[in-house]
């Protein structure tokens, strides 16, 4: 049971470059989320999918767009990548809005 | 607006020792309360959680947490900390009704001594 992937693990753009995240998960979960983990604070959500066929803004949005392809996919884009969006990339799965969330092992991306 | 505070950057035990890592949110009303670890390189594991009931919860590992109303607290213990132990331990709380928040805390980083 591989619970929440991402893909890549590691990615190194240029300034400007664009790049997408991918997120898949195989619990049969309503709700997917995309945080950015960034020394001294904590987790912040970029975007969150309630369900399938909607999606909103969390706390740090600017900068990214996302799709929930289907029921197990949530996709990140960064459309033209500046180095403030250097930092590790989470995605999250839960039965329903508010629940225990289950986290993949993260995307770390660095913008030169 | 709502928050948590995890007031301790850093925490230093000896193994064998007992742990209280410290957990304060500020919400309208009760929300759902997490503790979540993330061992380095990985991604959060949940250790237990709290939705309503029994204001002491039982969690993996050996973890426990107590949520206190008046001091709007949830609070992590272990009696006897393992070297394994060590990693950084996030507090979350999730809204229970209208707009959606999940919210986490700063992080708490644990070194166990041996």
């Known amino acids: 049971n591989a619970g929440v992937t991402q893909t890549p693990k590691f990615q190194v753009l240029k300034t400007g470059q664009s790049m997408t995240l991918q997120c898949a998960q195989d619990?049969?979960?309503?709700?997917m989320y995309w945080y950015r983990q960034d020394p001294g604070m904590g987790l912040r959500l970029i975007y969150y999918?309630?369900?399938?066929?909607?999606?909103d803004k969390g706390e740090v949005p600017n900068g990214y767009n996302v799709s929930r392809l289907n029921k197990r996919e949530f996709s990140l884009r960064l459309e033209s990548a500046a180095p403030s969006q250097t930092s590790v990339y989470f995605c999250?799965?839960?039965?329903?809005?508010?629940?225990?969330?289950?986290f993949g092992p993260g995307t770390r991306l660095t913008v030169l | 607006a709502q928050s948590v505070t995890q007031p301790d950057i850093h925490i230093t035990v000896s193994e064998g020792a007992s742990l209280e890592l410290r957990c304060n949110y500020s919400?309208?009303?009760?929300?759902?309360l997490f503790w979540y670890v993330q061992s380095p390189g990985q991604g959060l594991q949940l250790l237990l959680k709290?939705?309503?009931?029994?204001?002491l919860v039982q969690g993996i590992k050996g973890f426990e947490a107590e949520f206190k109303r008046s001091q709007s607290s949830f609070n992590l213990r272990k009696p006897s900390v393992h070297w394994s132990d060590a990693a950084e331990y996030f507090c979350?709380?999730?809204?229970?009704?209208?707009?959606?928040?999940?919210?986490f805390g700063t992080g708490t980083r644990l070194k166990v001594l041996a």
């Open positions: 999250a799965s839960s039965a329903e809005v508010g629940g225990t969330q289950y």
């Open positions: 619990m049969n979960h309503n709700s």
């Open positions: 999918s309630a369900s399938e066929g909607t999606t």
């Open positions: 919400y309208g009303a009760t929300p759902y």
């Open positions: 709290y939705f309503s009931g029994d204001t």
């Open positions: 979350a709380v999730a809204s229970t009704s209208g707009t959606y928040k999940y919210i």
